[in-house]
Every structure is written in C-alpha cells, then in structure tokens.
C-alpha cells in the first residue's frame, strides 16, 4: 500500500528566507504526488502536481516541487517565503481504486510558521 | 466558475445522533470523494462516488454511507454519531475518466460531537 512521510512536523522560518519542506513516499508503481495547502479552518487547495515528465515541478504562488525518484521524495520549495504563506502542508500520493478511480493518500502535514 | 461547494459549514451533533453533509461538486466533474480529517492529521479516504455507484471505501465502518445524485452532488451519512467522529469532513470533486485524476477540495465542513 502506498504511504507519505513529512517527518517535519513544524518549520519555522523568516520572511524572505528560502524554505525546503520534506515529502517521502512509498509505492510501487510510478507515482502521481500532490502538494495541496491548508490555511486555519480551510480545505485544502492545490499548489502542484506531478504526473510524468519533468522531474521539476511549477505551482502556485511561486511553489515549485522535485521528483527524485532514487530518493523517493517530492520536497516542495520556494525561494523567498512570504508571511502569507503560513498554513498547513500536505503532500499526497495517488492510489488506484479496485473498482476503478484514484485515492490520496496523505501524509501527517507540515505546519509552517513565518516569522516577520 | 464555483468550485467545490460544501454545506453546512459547521455542525453540533450529540452521540448517537445521525448527521448528513452535502457536497456539490466543481462544474464539469463527475466524481465525488470523501475524507476525514481528524485534529492534527492528515485526511484519510472514506470513500468515492462515481456514476451514482461506490467505488470503493477506506478503512471506515458501516456507520458512514454516501449517496450520489444525476446532478453528481453527494451527501455523506454518518450514523450512530461518536466522539471520535468529531473532525473535518472533506469533499474533493474530480473528473472520473483517464489515468489520474486531479482533485478538488472544498472548504470542508466541521462536525463536533459532544
């Protein structure tokens, strides 16, 4: 079954400073990732995506994420961070339906704190 | 164009009551999902709905029921309501055709159970 760890449970960070937020995944087959975002009291809105192809990914917002399948990771970046930009992470890893259709499996979220 | 649209926002239930949120999906799509997002963790699958059919379901008990209606909006159901049923319940509309689907998430709706 597949699986995603964010092992960082809490960053804290500057405004303006660059920020590396961590996803690992398990599964067997090629991956389909997420990076969605959750603001206080929020559902989740998507900021990229990763099918196929580059391995370098562009979002929303200024977000861009890497594939590194030797690693089994999808770290989600951004050069500059924005106070803004505080809110909960989750990276998340498709899964197939038996009975046809897609899942997501999430991990634990990443809550970044952005200090001005 | 709307997107995901979730009723109500939030609700109070006490335990051993039924509960019934709504879920509109984004124009175009066709397939509805559900997730519970308990305080502090990430949302967990109950289940899909596509063609008016459950596709398939998490690891959720027989308490928790869907519906899909022609107009592809659902309802989810949860009955004989627990403590632990308080959470965020997530919908997420997408498009049921092709390999990979990209899905889209509403504002949720907040269950407390006292």
């Known amino acids: 079954a597949q699986s995603v760890t964010q092992p960082d449970i809490h960053i804290t960070v500057s405004e303006g400073a660059s920020l590396e937020l961590r996803c690992n995944y398990s599964?067997?087959?090629?991956?389909?990732l997420f990076w969605y975002v959750q603001s206080p009291g929020q559902g989740l809105q998507l900021l990229l995506k990763y099918f196929s192809g580059d391995t370098l990914v562009q979002g929303i917002k200024g977000f861009e994420a890497e594939f590194k399948r030797s690693q089994s990771s999808f770290n989600l970046r951004k050069p500059s961070v924005h106070w803004s930009d505080a809110a909960e992470y989750f990276c998340?890893?498709?899964?197939?339906?038996?009975?046809?259709?897609?899942?997501?499996?999430f991990g634990t979220g990443t809550q970044l704190k952005v200090e001005l | 164009d709307a997107g995901v649209t979730q009723s109500p926002t939030h609700l109070i239930k006490t335990r051993g009551q039924q509960v019934t949120l709504r879920c509109s999906p984004k124009s175009g799509h066709d397939t509805v999902s559900w997730y519970q997002q308990a305080l502090g963790q990430g949302p967990q699958f109950i289940f899909q709905y596509y063609e008016e059919e459950e596709r398939q379901r998490g690891n959720f008990p027989d308490r928790f029921s869907g519906h899909q209606f022609p107009n592809y909006s659902s309802e989810l159901n949860v009955n004989a309501l627990l403590l632990g049923d308080s959470a965020l319940y997530l919908c997420a509309s997408s498009v049921g055709q092709g390999e990979v689907e990209t899905q889209y998430f509403g504002p949720g709706t907040r269950l407390l159970v006292l």
């Open positions: 998340a890893v498709v899964g197939e339906l038996t009975g046809g259709g897609n899942k997501l499996t």
């Open positions: 599964y067997g087959a090629t991956p389909y």
